[in-house]
């Protein structure tokens, strides 16, 4: 059976142009995706970045699939740290009443993450502090240091986590992601009371758990029974442990009988390789300025990125990235991704792009869908 092909949107703002315009374009571009036979259609959920326009994936996700009829739409992913796991199983209840057979709710655990975390998370910059390696073909690179010391981006980020809703006292995320599960099943058991919420329960929504290392992400995922995807395109030093610790907790449910993995990339494709490697040209200024703390910018253009002076210190920031995003032509993106598919195990697998060029993004899904066949 062929590897099914999926996309996760980050509903990208390039510069000069609005969120409008940028949401409008991932509306446009899931009717395309549609078109061009992809398995599964996510958006994000970003807040504070002005270069994302992906805020609220259940609004998000609705519109998606109002616009379009066969591809799976959901989230990639909804931030549990954020919500109340009610609230969430019933805004994606909803959406799969509606819409029944094909609504994924893909979810996180970002907000659960406080202060003292995000401080060992946005410390000094530097070499990576670890040793990178080839695995049967596969650039594992080494882990960098997350991001600047600056006492300032720490301020800013733990109270946007407070403005975001955080809290300190939401529970352990595997409880979390069994509540929602019991929402959308026959209801949950609370302070030796029986709740049902009718907005969910019953709904078809197949829940999906998202993480970047083998940490709780993958042990919850494993533990409940539900299919994982491991984020190669974030946090590619991390992803063989994440997919292993996820099959090593893996205990089979009535959702799923053996473990079931999915692995996205950021690719570029064009129609050669020089083309594709211009339009990725952006993308390690676009990276910086989400790993320095500040939020992702913009999406910039060829000339604004070159405009930029680039040290030592901060390319190391961005170095894993830029060396695992696939970049070339259709037949060399897909050589790559065979291989991340074979290394990983994965069964499916997701793909992200960005490029400064609606019809330029629009045509790099559109070439790897053709290859990939």
């Not at 049902?196 to 494993?222: F, H, I, K, Q, Y």
């Not at 999406?299 to 405009?307: I, T």
Request: aromatic share 8%; no cysteine.
């Amino acid at each position: 059976m062929p590897t099914p092909l999926s996309i996760l949107d980050l509903a990208p703002v390039l510069s000069g142009r609005t969120n409008a315009q940028a949401l409008r374009s991932t509306i446009d571009l899931a009717q395309r995706a549609e078109q061009f036979g992809y398995h599964r259609y996510w958006v994000a959920e970003h807040h504070f970045a002005p270069g994302v326009a992906a805020a609220a994936p259940a609004v998000l996700t609705a519109l998606i699939a109002s616009a379009t009829t066969r591809i799976r739409v959901g989230s990639g992913a909804v931030l549990l740290g954020y919500y109340a796991p009610l609230s969430v199983a019933e805004q994606f209840g909803t959406i799969a009443h509606v819409h029944p057979g094909r609504v994924d709710l893909g979810l996180g655990r970002s907000g659960l993450v406080r202060g003292r975390d995000l401080a060992k998370r946005f410390n000094s910059a530097g070499a990576p502090v670890s040793t990178g390696r080839v695995v049967d073909g596969l650039v594992i690179p080494g882990k960098p240091k997350a991001a600047l010391d600056r006492a300032e981006v720490l301020a800013r980020m733990e109270a946007s986590q407070t403005l975001l809703g955080a809290r300190d006292d939401a529970g352990a995320y595997i409880d979390q992601v069994r509540q929602i599960l019991d929402f959308l099943g026959d209801g949950h058991s609370y302070a030796g009371q029986e709740f049902r919420a009718p907005a969910a329960t019953g709904a078809d929504a197949e829940v999906w758990v998202l993480g970047s290392s083998a940490g709780e992400s993958a042990r919850a995922a494993g533990a409940l029974g539900l299919p994982f995807t491991a984020n190669y395109h974030v946090s590619p030093s991390s992803v063989l442990e994440a997919v292993a610790g996820y099959r090593e907790a893996f205990v089979p449910s009535a959702r799923l009988a053996r473990p079931y993995v999915m692995v996205s990339a950021d690719v570029v494709v064009a129609e050669d390789s020089a083309t594709a490697r211009e339009l990725a040209r952006p993308y390690g200024r676009w990276v910086l300025s989400i790993r320095s703390g500040d939020g992702a910018i913009p999406f910039p253009s060829s000339a604004e990125a070159d405009a930029f002076a680039w040290t030592d210190e901060l390319r190391s920031l961005v170095a894993d990235r830029v060396e695992t995003q696939f970049v070339g032509s259709a037949a060399e993106v897909v050589a790559r991704l065979r291989v991340l598919r074979d290394v990983t195990g994965a069964d499916e697998l997701m793909v992200t792009t960005i490029v400064h060029g609606e019809e330029e993004r629009v045509r790099s899904f559109e070439l790897l869908a053709k290859e990939w066949g």
